[in-house]
């Protein structure tokens, strides 16, 4: 994923905090940046939703629970099937190995930025 000049508009909600695709898009992202949080942060541009709860360490620690756990049955399931599994599920070990890691870092850079607070709040956002 190349994101060099693009600026990705993201809808911060559970449901993206708990999706495999959406996480790996936004750990890209944090890759592409080279884990600097400024020129992470300049690349996207946040609305957060209620429901997403990542401002205490202790909200934050539900989702680091959530991807600790899917990559435990990740590789679980590696261990049970192994080289039967496609190819492409075995690859998705490693950037939910990776992003497992990684997620209270990126959830805490994001909280430490974050100023928009909902989809009514956008329309008083210049983007």
Excluded at 35 to 40: A, S
Excluded at 97 to 103: A, D, I, L, P, Q
Aim: charged share 30%; hydrophobic share 45%.
């Amino acid at each position: 994923m190349h994101l060099i000049k693009a600026i990705v508009v993201v809808i911060l909600s559970d449901k993206f905090l708990r999706s495999p695709h959406c996480m790996r898009e936004l750990y890209g992202i944090w890759v592409e940046s080279r884990g600097r949080t400024n020129e992470f942060l300049s690349r996207i541009r946040m609305v957060k939703l209620s429901d997403a709860a990542i401002w205490s360490l202790a909200q934050r620690g539900a989702y680091i629970d959530h991807w600790s756990e899917e990559l435990a049955k990740g590789e679980a399931l590696f261990e049970t099937y192994g080289l039967r599994l496609a190819l492409d599920e075995i690859e998705d070990l490693r950037p939910m190995r990776e992003f497992e890691h990684h997620v209270s870092t990126l959830l805490r850079r994001i909280t430490d930025s974050l100023f928009c607070c909902g989809v009514d709040e956008v329309e008083k956002q210049t983007f």
